[in-house]
């Protein structure tokens, strides 16, 4: 069986086309997730001539068991901290022990805000339609916790646009978002790299290249 995409800045003019041909009315925002989505996103944002911002969303752990999510600490003012109350319950994590660790998590994201955007404001979500993008989704526990935390910021419209991802988690996030878009849908699905030709781990600095590509130009001095 083929590769799906050859590289993300494929998935993402791919992704891209099936966007610009939805027409969705103005304000648009463009969200990544770091650092995969980011490549995926600015194709996206530079189609549609939006905005691009990166949500930054960092998953709480259990104790013992750091990959099983019981929250998710989303970036904003303020931050977001999204529970899942199955899990917390079924591993007897306390509220005191989420607060503090999602405490830990909001430094590191803080840290990822000042490489990434230096400074830049957050793009404000509220009646915007708010195109939310990665690389892929897998389990999509991370990207449920986002769009959890950005239904709450009040956008008109809320989209999880992906290239790739298993059909039984696409049905579960339906329920975050008020549409969903994936391109292919491969089955076995394993994992996100293995849909791709080139999946190599993003840099620091292909996010900030792919950040200052997407951005719109300056206007011009006395405009």
């Known amino acids: 069986m083929g590769k799906a995409f050859a590289t993300r800045t494929e998935a993402g003019r791919a992704l891209a086309r099936r966007l610009v041909a939805a027409a969705y009315p103005p304000p648009v925002v463009v969200l990544a997730l770091p650092r995969g989505g980011v490549p995926v996103a600015a194709e996206v944002a530079r189609a549609l001539g939006a905005p691009l911002d990166l949500l930054l969303v960092r998953k709480i752990g259990a104790p013992w068991q750091p990959e099983l999510a019981v929250a998710a600490v989303v970036d904003g003012n303020p931050p977001d901290i999204v529970v899942d109350e199955t899990t917390s319950r079924l591993t007897g994590v306390d509220r005191h022990y989420i607060d503090e660790q999602a405490a830990q998590e909001m ?35 991370t990207i449920r916790a ?54 190599h781990q993003v840099s620091d600095a292909e996010v900030l290249a792919a950040l200052q590509d997407a951005a719109p130009p300056a206007p011009a001095a006395g405009a």
């Open 146 to 199: 986002a769009m959890k935390a950005l239904r709450r910021r009040h956008p008109a419209r809320l989209v999880l646009a992906v290239p790739v991802a298993p059909a039984d988690t696409l049905v579960e996030l339906q329920a975050e978002a008020d549409e969903v878009i994936c391109l292919a849908q491969p089955e076995p699905f394993h994992a996100i790299g293995l849909h791709y030709g080139d999946f």
């Open 107 to 141: 430094r590191e994201i803080e840290r990822r805000r000042g490489v990434y955007l230096r400074g830049r404001t957050p793009v404000p979500v509220a009646g915007a339609t708010v195109i939310v993008v990665d690389d892929g989704v897998a389990t999509g526990t």
